[in-house]
């Protein structure tokens, strides 16, 4: 049972059903290929959160912040009235900004080693989730050794700060680094894009490949990207959590 254990909505309602939330100062991996809904399914995080009134911090290494805010006003979420009051932060570290501090610093395999740290030394003051979207272009440097060691710090770290984070990998992760996070991280959920041998149609499926101290279901969970976000559709009978 885990009813003891804090836990904070994932701001989709079935899936708070199955899961009751994500565990409170926990890391939770979210994995999958291009244009499986990883972003959507980071920026519905951080909308529940910021409604719940916990301070959050996106992270985005790939889209600026300016794009995330129109993908979130295609659902109608007003993420810029969190921004205002203080409650969301977007910490844009994509393009031209990411090349200038990479060549002020000159990110070699050094410092791009020391890059997880960095990422989450500078967040705002009382930041208590964070979103990281994602980390599969700061590690393609990496050995696997240093990625494992790096990851497990980051893991470390989050806690000792009691940060829940949601870490996104996509697809530039290797298979390795993949198992490695997945190990390392309390819980994790994989999307993906599969064929329906019934129907012959793709479908959007969702694996909770594990989340710790939780009953979760064995099933893939089709959901789709609907007009208010992600929508699960067949879950599992799973009884929900108390
Ligand atoms: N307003 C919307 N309504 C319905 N579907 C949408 C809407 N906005 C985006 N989508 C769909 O959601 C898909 C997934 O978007 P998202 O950016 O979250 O994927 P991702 O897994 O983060 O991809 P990447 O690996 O490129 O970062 C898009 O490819 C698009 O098909
Ligand atoms: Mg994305």
């Not at 967040?123 to 930041?127: A, D, F, N, Q, S």
């Given at each position: 049972m885990n009813m003891t254990m804090e836990r904070i909505k994932t701001g989709i309602p079935e899936l708070d059903n199955i899961l009751g939330g994500f565990p409170a100062g926990k890391t939770i991996l979210i994995t999958g290929d291009p244009g499986t809904g990883k972003t959507i399914f980071g920026m519905e995080f951080a909308k529940s959160c910021c409604e719940q009134g916990i301070k959050t911090a996106y992270i985005s290494t790939e889209e600026s912040a300016c794009d995330l805010r129109l993908q979130g006003k295609s659902f109608g979420w007003a993420l810029e009235s969190f921004e205002e009051k203080g409650t969301l932060k977007f910490i844009d570290i994509t393009g031209k900004r990411a090349a200038e501090i990479k060549s002020a610093l000159s990110i070699s395999m050094d410092a791009q080693k020391g890059n997880f740290e960095d990422l989450i030394d500078n967040?705002?003051?009382?930041?208590r989730v964070l979103i990281i979207d994602s980390l599969g272009n700061h590690t393609s440097n990496l050995m696997s050794f240093e990625f494992r060691d790096r990851f497990d710090l980051l893991v470390y770290n989050l806690a000792i700060k009691g940060i829940t984070a949601l870490i996104i990998l996509d697809s530039v992760t290797s298979k390795e680094f993949n198992d490695i996070a997945l190990f390392s991280a309390y819980g994790a959920i994989q999307l993906m894009k599969k064929e329906n041998?019934?129907?012959d149609r793709r479908e959007r499926v969702m694996d909770i490949v594990k989340m710790r101290n939780t009953k979760t279901p064995i099933q893939l969970i089709t959901y789709e990207i609907g007009p208010k976000g992600i929508e699960l559709i067949s879950a599992s009978d799973v009884p929900p959590e108390p």
């Open positions: 967040l705002p003051e009382g930041t041998p019934y129907t």
